[in-house]
């Protein structure tokens, strides 16, 4: 089949033709941006689950649907050992932007918090032109959200792109991917700014996205987390939406599949919608005509395989040292050859497989974590943040 008209899209964050299983989030969230816009409480959400079920593309959904309704938005992504203050302020720079034309000036003084917010950061003796700022041109406003204390500083610095919002009887929506990679310390500052907006009836909400961990990471921060935030579990798609996810962009290039090839591609992939563009991508090319058949599925799977082994999978394995892929490969002999990996295992297990103590095994283990390839949900369990990295672990031939 024509691979200029294949409609499939295995990309990082990309949106596929179809999205597809995700309407009650989409639909939540439209509740919450109504009830918002009213005056009404809600709670911030945070969207969970394991790398490529889809997080990213629905946080970019869910703000293009803030942006729809007139909202000023902002988005960013935590990284490990990276303060907060940098990428918020040029997230929230961006939200000002988007809300200021009908305010210029109340616009300015919330840009000239958002400059205090962020030189607070420079070391002591830096130029003034040597600042990193987010491209504001106003000046700083002293004694606003330049305490150097980030909780004080970031309730302060929320408040006032609030208060602008507020002031166009609109909303503020801040997007922030691997949330997960935050700092203690800027968790539990973003924890108690919410709780304090939310106490003000101020119309800014945070939504996240991040490992299945961080609910925990969260209620480790602030106790009340729990009740802060509206959690979703971003999963695997059941068998009535992977088919939506295939069978729809096919339709709209004339294309049809035979059941027995939906029910090939279903079990191959999990229901998981990043293999679903994946492997679907390969079969519409190997596929000589429509309609695609088990077949052409059976023939596209090593070659979609062989991709994934490469880009996905082993990109990452490759991030790990020799001791860290020890690891890996001894969590994925404990998941076992019959598991789909989304379980977790004990840390203990996978110690007595490779004949050692679990405290020797901790740096391996951590550095594993910091590095986002494993997940702790719980004190003494991990699990791979991949889907299906142990299966691919077992059956390569990897050093």
């Not at 700014?193 to 299945?212: F, M, T």
Request: aromatic content about 6%.
């Amino acid at each position: 089949m024509d691979p200029i008209q294949n409609p499939y899209a295995p990309g990082a964050g990309q949106r596929p033709p179809e999205l597809a299983g995700r309407d009650q989030e989409l639909k939540q969230f439209d509740v919450v941006l109504e009830r918002i816009a009213r005056g009404r409480p809600e709670r911030s959400m945070i969207l969970t689950g394991l790398r490529g079920v889809g997080k990213t593309v629905l946080l970019n959904t869910l703000r293009s649907g803030a942006v729809r309704a007139g909202w000023g938005t902002g988005k960013m992504e935590a990284r490990p050992d990276q303060s907060l203050r940098r990428p918020l302020s040029a997230a929230l720079h961006m939200a000002v932007r988007e809300l200021g034309h009908a305010s210029p000036e109340l616009a300015d003084q919330v840009l000239g918090t958002i400059r205090s917010f962020v030189e607070r950061e420079a070391k002591p003796g830096t130029k003034l032109r040597e600042r990193w700022n987010p491209g504001i041109k106003v000046p700083a406003n002293p004694g606003r959200a330049d305490s150097g204390d980030i909780e004080i500083d970031l309730v302060e610095l929320l408040a006032d792109v609030a208060g602008l919002a507020a002031d166009r009887e609109i909303g503020v929506a801040l997007f922030i991917d691997e949330m997960q990679d935050l700092g203690p310390d800027d968790v539990s500052a973003l924890c108690a700014a919410c709780h304090e907006l939310s106490q003000q009836g101020l119309p800014l909400i945070i939504v996240g996205a991040g490992l299945p961990h961080l609910p925990a990471v969260l209620s480790a921060s602030k106790s009340y987390s729990e009740r802060l935030f509206r959690y979703n579990r971003i999963d695997r798609l059941d068998r009535t939406a992977a088919e939506r996810a295939l069978v729809s962009p096919a339709a709209d290039e004339g294309a049809e599949f035979e059941t027995g090839a939906l029910d090939a591609l279903y079990e191959v992939t999990g229901g998981y919608p990043y293999f679903l563009q994946a492997y679907g991508k390969v079969t519409w090319d190997v596929a000589p005509h429509s309609p695609i058949t088990a077949e052409d599925v059976r023939v596209a799977v090593p070659e979609a395989e062989s991709e994934l082994a490469v880009g996905f999978f082993g990109s990452r394995y490759e991030r790990a040292t020799p001791a860290e892929r020890e690891y890996l490969r001894a969590m994925a002999d404990v998941a076992g050859a019959d598991t789909d990996d989304t379980g977790t295992v004990a840390t203990a297990a996978v110690a007595e497989l490779l004949g050692r103590k679990p405290q020797s095994l901790s740096p391996a283990r951590d550095a594993l974590l910091k590095k986002g390839l494993i997940y702790s949900g719980e004190r003494g369990r991990i699990a791979f943040t991949v889907p299906h990295f142990g299966r691919y672990l077992r059956s390569q031939q990897v050093d």
